[in-house]
Structure formats: structure tokens, C-alpha cells
């Protein structure tokens, strides 16, 4: 079956840019999560969506960072005025409810700011 | 949040059993003990987990100490394309967000 996906795969940003990263989760998850990725560093929890509750935002670095899924399904990572320091792999996770539940990962989105 | 402690890095040779093992002696009793692994530029994959019995699936094993402190993520027979950063994560209760340390890096020789 389809797994999560992202989109794009790779994005370059200007300094300044604002840039919007796309995941379509699995159907039927409740649980939609974002992680984001520097070079030669495990994954670091950004922010955690059951159906369209923002439940947990706690790892969003800045006000500049925005998540939103707004009808449960598909969610949208929004990076305001990008800096260098955003430059990452972001990764989508998915999952149904639950401490044993699988974290379903899409390929994620490489992102360079310049 | 429970830490976890693994090597940096490991190596084996190709079709030879890997051990690759993980501490974890602040687990509480409620943690899951969650292995994933990150082929190269992929997501993580989940691999397998376990609570206090060993566990078989048909990417690997997960064997557990006694007192759950720590355990050893064992894959049978090491492939090239089990090349790849392994991460034992201990999953919190309720749906948490895992939280990933640096893995061990897995190299596979043919």
C-alpha cells in the first residue's frame, strides 16, 4: 500500500524566503509527526498532530516555524523568513494511536537555505 | 525523557550474525524498548520492539536483560542493505514522540 509521503524532495531557499513543506500520511492515521534532521544527527521531535489538534509544538525552534492539518489528513510544515541554520532533512511521520504504534517515516525533505 | 547509550559505530562482515547493543538503565516500567533503523537518505524504518520477553520478527531479534537495563538488537544474517544508523529508542506512554540519540552506525563488508 501507499506509504507517507513528502513533498518536494528537495527544496533550495534564498536567506529571507518563506518556504512550505508538504506530508501526506497514511490513511486512516490519527497521528501525524514532524521531525527535523541535521547532517550527521538522529531525528528531533518538531511538533505532533492527532486528526487536526496540534497536541504538542514543543520542539518548533522558533515563531517562525508553523504546522497546521487542518482536516486531519495531509499537514503542512510553513518555515517563515528562513535562515541558514533551518538547513535539514524534515521528516514526516505517521501513525495510528498508541505507545506500541509503529512511526510510519516518509522519505522526508532536504532543505538548503543559502 | 530515558536515555539511551550505543556505540558510535559497528562493523560486520556480510552474512555474519551483528549485535548491536543499547543501555538503557533508567528505563521505567512502562517504557518499550523501539528499535528503528535510517538506511542512506531514507526515513527511519521501524525494525522491531519488545517490553520484557525477547521478541522474533523476520527482520531481526530483540533480546532483553533481566532487569531491562539494557538489550541487544540481533539481525541473523547481515545483507549489504542492512547497512545503516540503528536506533534503540525507549518509547514513553501514550503516543510520544520517539525520541532518537545518534545510533550505531552499521557497516556491512561483503
Known amino acids: 500500500g501507499a506509504g507517507v509521503s513528502q513533498s518536494p524532495r528537495y527544496k533550495v531557499a534564498k536567506r529571507g524566503q518563506d518556504v512550505a513543506l508538504r506530508c501526506d500520511p497514511i490513511s486512516g492515521h490519527v497521528s501525524l509527526f514532524w521531525y527535523q534532521q541535521a547532517l550527521g544527527q538522529g531525528p528531533e521531535f518538531l511538533t505532533y498532530?492527532?486528526?487536526?489538534?496540534?497536541?504538542?509544538k514543543s520542539g518548533l525552534p522558533s515563531d517562525r516555524f508553523f504546522a497546521e492539518r487542518p482536516e486531519g489528513s495531509v499537514s503542512t510544515l510553513k518555515i517563515q523568513r528562513t535562515q541558514q541554520e533551518d538547513s535539514a532533512v524534515y521528516l514526516c511521520a505517521s501513525s495510528l494511536v498508541g505507545q506500541k504504534d509503529t512511526q510510519y517515516f516518509g522519505p522526508g525533505t532536504r532543505l538548503t537555505v543559502l | 525523557d530515558a536515555k539511551t547509550t550505543q556505540p558510535n559505530s559497528m562493523e560486520s562482515n556480510e552474512e555474519e550474525p551483528v549485535h548491536l547493543p543499547c543501555n538503557h538503565s533508567t528505563i521505567s516500567g512502562t517504557d518499550y524498548i523501539h528499535w528503528y533503523r535510517q538506511l542512506p537518505s531514507q526515513g527511519p524504518e521501524y525494525v522491531i520492539h519488545g517490553l520484557t520477553s525477547n521478541v522474533n520478527n523476520r527482520m531481526a531479534s530483540l533480546a532483553i536483560a533481566e532487569d531491562r537495563k539494557s538489550s541487544t538488537l540481533i539481525l541473523h544474517r547481515a545483507t549489504l542493505r542492512d547497512a545503516a544508523v540503528y536506533y534503540c529508542i525507549l518509547r514513553e506512554s501514550g503516543n510520544t514522540p520517539l525520541v532518537f540519540g545518534k545510533g550505531t552506525r552499521l557497516s556491512v563488508i561483503a
Open positions: 498532530f492527532q486528526n487536526e489538534a496540534q497536541l504538542d
